[in-house]
């Protein structure tokens, strides 16, 4: 039996990982419902039809601007700040990432964002192969049920840092 992927997303990447000559197929043998199927496949669409906001080279400086593994600095925590943002108290955590609810002012507008963190631990190159990709693909995508990404960056410290809606 295979082992099918449980989320939008996780089938949308696997989808987009294949040549496009492959998609349709993989998904008819991976999804089963043809109503999630038509999701990810408008995803598809979506992604194809929307111009790279950020260029691909942009994304490689700030992927190799993610400093070496644990140096021994401590990880942030609610009231400091990654770059123009504050950070608030932690939404979630994973293995790779914690996100923040976190605020941004600015001429007396405050914009709230989440704002995720990647663990300092996690800076090897498979790292950063996926951060590049996760910032590609999150700046591309238009759809109302997956967040829209306003900025991402590195810091001075070297912490990687993505910035969504």
Known sequence: MNASPDTLRDLFEA???LPR???AAFLRA??????VRAQVEAMLRADESVGEAVSSERLERLASAIGPGDDGAEAPVAGSRIGPFALGRVLGEG??????????????IVQRVALKLLHRGVFGADARRRFVHEQ?????????H???????????AGLAYIALE
């Open 21 to 23: 000559a492959e998609r």
């Open 15 to 17: 989808a987009l990982a």
């Open 95 to 108: 293995g790779s990432s914690t996100v923040f609810e976190a605020t941004r002012a600015a001429e007396g």
């Open 146 to 156: 997956i967040a829209r990404m306003i900025e991402g960056g590195v810091t001075d």
């Open 30 to 35: 991976r999804c089963a419902d043809a109503g």
């Open 136 to 144: 590609r693909a999150l700046l591309r995508l238009r759809h109302p």
